[in-house]
Nanobody, 124 residues
């Protein structure tokens, strides 16, 4: 069973950048569609982006289009989320998860095996 652990969060000023990592073990990220999600205090978890098994298909939520980029490094068995032009509304705990037969339903897919999350805080 693929297990995922997020890292790379932190405190950044508005307009700054961060790169989040989603490191996999127990399997290969190439075999799964991997998604990034976030949950802000008092809000429901929302889908941010996903990358397909082939890496040819990606999708982004409207609030992050043009600012965030998802990518996969097969050699490192890791999926990244490059976040640029960060704004205070991007503040949230960010999670990654892989496509599964059950779990949270986003973009017409189920995602499961959520990592522990990494906190991103955008503030001056």
């Amino acid at each position: 069973q693929l297990q995922l652990v997020e890292s790379g969060g932190g405190l950044v000023q508005p307009g700054g950048s961060l790169r989040l990592s989603c490191a996999a073990s127990g399997g290969t990220v190439d075999a799964y569609t991997i998604g990034w999600f976030r949950q802000a205090p008092g809000k429901e978890r929302e889908g941010v982006s996903y990358i397909s098994t082939s890496g040819k298909s990606t999708n982004y939520a409207d609030p992050v289009k043009g600012r965030f980029t998802i990518s996969r490094d097969s050699a490192k068995n890791t999926v990244y989320l490059q976040m640029n032009s960060l704004q205070p509304e991007d503040t949230a705990v960010y999670y990654c998860a892989h496509e599964d037969y059950t779990g949270g339903y986003y973009w017409g897919l189920f995602f499961n095996s959520w990592g522990p999350g990494t906190q991103v805080t955008v503030s001056s």
